[in-house]
């Protein structure tokens, strides 16, 4: 199993951007996708971007297409989200895990402890 550490997250004011890092330890970071989910109070976790669809492309929540992109790094195990434009509503804790999709698969790999993502003016 692999599993995760996420940082990068902040307060930030709206129209301002981020870059969340997950950082994975394992052995199979190469043979699966990874992707980002946010938690806001009082919602459930939501699938934001992964790196594997079933179209060949990486799959973008609608809330965030064309704000973020997810990117993933081999050489160092790293799985990048960089955010712009943010907005209010992006405002939630951020985890990574294993996924397919807006799925999360969490027999291969345990969620990470989130970084906050704080969007306020």
């Known amino acids: 199993q692999l599993s995760f550490v996420e940082s990068g997250g902040g307060l930030v004011q709206p129209g301002e951007s981020l870059r969340l890092s997950c950082a994975a330890s394992?052995?199979?970071?190469?043979?699966?996708?990874i992707g980002w989910f946010r938690q806001a109070p009082g919602k459930e976790r939501e699938g934001v971007s992964c790196?594997?669809?079933?179209?060949?492309?990486?799959y973008y929540a609608d809330s965030v297409k064309g704000r973020f992109t997810i990117s993933k790094d081999g050489s160092t195990n790293t799985v990048y989200l960089q955010m712009d434009s943010l907005k209010p509503d992006d405002t939630a804790v951020y985890y990574c895990?294993?996924?397919?999709?807006?799925?999360?698969?969490?027999?291969?790999?345990?969620w990470g402890q989130g970084t906050q993502v704080t969007v306020s003016s």
């Open positions: 895990a294993v996924c397919w999709g807006a799925t999360p698969l969490t027999d291969f790999g345990s």
């Open positions: 394992g052995h199979t970071f190469d043979y699966v996708a």
């Open positions: 790196t594997g669809n079933s179209d060949g492309r990486p």
